[in-house]
C-alpha cells in the first residue's frame, strides 16, 4: 500500500507480440479470460507534453484483485512503451494505482515532485491516465488511472469474468 497512491490495482506487460503474451498467460499460468482489445481508441496522448498518435492493443485479465495489463504498441510514435520495450525488453512496465478522485491524485503526485512521462484518455474525460517518469527505480513506471466512468465499470467485468473462470473462452475480443 503507498500512503501518496493507495493500493497497486493492476501490472502492466510491454510484449511485442501480443497474442504470444496471451496464450501463456492463459495456458501457462492459467491466468484468464482475457479481454482483447485490437485497437484501442484514445481520446488523446501525449509523451512528455508532445501529441503522439500512439497506435497500440491491449489484453486485460485479473488474477484475484490484481489485474494483468498486456500491451502491444502497434505503430512508431513515441511513447514510454517503447522507450521500455528498447531499454529493457519485454516484461512488466507499470504497476497502475486507481482512482475516483483522478485530478487530487494527479495534483497529489505532481506536488510530490512526480514528472508526467506519457498520459492519455479514453472513453472521455472520465478515462484519463498518466504514466509518472521513476528515474532511480529499475524499470517499473508508476501509472494512475480514472476509474470513475466507464472505464472503472469494464474493469469490474473483467475482474468478474476471472473469479469463476475454467479456462472455456479464453480470449474476448472487444470492439
Not at 90 to 100: A, C, D, P, R, V
Not at 112 to 131: C, L, N, S, T
Request: proline share 3%; glycine share 10%; with cysteine.
Amino acid at each position: 500500500m503507498s500512503a501518496l497512491f493507495g493500493k497497486v490495482c493492476q501490472n502492466g506487460y510491454v510484449v511485442r507480440d501480443i497474442a504470444s503474451a496471451m496464450k501463456f498467460w492463459t495456458e501457462v499460468l492459467r491466468v484468464g479470460p482475457f479481454y482483447y482489445v485490437p485497437s484501442v481508441k484514445v481520446d488523446w496522448f501525449r509523451y512528455r507534453g508532445v501529441e503522439s498518435p500512439v497506435e497500440m492493443s491491449i489484453a486485460l485479465a485479473n488474477s484475484g484483485d490484481l489485474q494483468i495489463e498486456l500491451i502491444q504498441q502497434r505503430n512508431d510514435s513515441p511513447s514510454m512503451y517503447l522507450d521500455f520495450l528498447r531499454d529493457h525488453g519485454e516484461g512488466l512496465q507499470h504497476m497502475s494505482y486507481w482512482s475516483t478522485d483522478y485530478q487530487a491524485l494527479y495534483d497529489r503526485a505532481i506536488a510530490a515532485g512526480f514528472k508526467v512521462g506519457h498520459e492519455g484518455q479514453i472513453g472521455g474525460p472520465q478515462g484519463r491516465f498518466a504514466y509518472f517518469e521513476t528515474a532511480g527505480h529499475a524499470g517499473t513506471v508508476i501509472e494512475i488511472s480514472d476509474i470513475s466512468g466507464t472505464k472503472g465499470r469494464f474493469f469490474e467485468r473483467v475482474k468478474a469474468a476471472a473469479a469463476n473462470w475454467d479456462g472455456a473462452d479464453p480470449v474476448r475480443t472487444v470492439g
